[in-house]
């Protein structure tokens, strides 16, 4: 009998934040930060289970009531300096019931502006490509040839003092990852234990769908855009 693969939305919403204190239940316009992904995921109609993963009882407790799957995670996966491969990994080994042709779409809380149609298109293009993992990204205006570090408190080029003199012109065009949606099938995430980002199908966001709320000056920017994509 063919396995038929289930296709998974995995939401990690951990009770600490740096900067914002219990960001993913931060109120926008009367509902939890975390409200407007779970919403997403249930509008957008492609999966078969919808899973919050989080070590606060509150969080765990409001997605219930949302009516979807929960996993507690431990406080040694919910640090400041956790990183979402712990958390897919205890997700994984949490869940026997999962199959190696399982899909997961990774959906982080604090890309509110990513919606229910973000997340057809991108599974839909993920399938255009074969099933190949999918990464949503945004284009950056810095030219990453002539981005330096501090070594030994000196300035280092990240690449070549050659590349750094490049014509901007003669700079192909860069992306950075915006955090809003990943797809992978469970095979793919456990042949290197990580996020298979490198050769990943780019799903190209603009805008404020780039928005990656880490600071108050990110809530200030919700605030005053929210309604626009209500």
Known sequence: MNYKKKII??????????SIK???LYKILGKPLIYYTILAAKKSKIFDQIFVSSDSKEILSYSLKQNVNTITRPK????????????????INQNDKLNKEDLIVYLQPTSPFRNYVDIKKSMKLFNKNNEKPLVSVKKTDVCVYKTLFLKKNLLTPFFTEKK????????????????????????SFLKKSRFP???SVP????????????????????????KKFE
Do not use: C
């Open 164 to 187: 750094m003199t490049i014509s901007r012109q003669k700079v192909p065009t860069s992306y950075e990852v915006n955090g809003a949606i990943y797809i992978f099938s469970l095979k």
């Open 203 to 226: 799903f190209i966001m603009e805008g404020l769908k780039n928005l990656d709320l880490n600071e108050y000056k990110d809530l200030n920017l919700l605030k005053r855009n929210f």
């Open 76 to 91: 040694r996966y919910s640090r400041d300096f956790s990183s979402a491969n712990d958390v897919v990994k205890h997700f």
């Open 22 to 24: 219990n960001k993913n």
């Open 9 to 18: 939305a995995l939401i990690p919403a951990r009770k600490g934040s740096k």
């Open 197 to 199: 980002i490198e050769n």
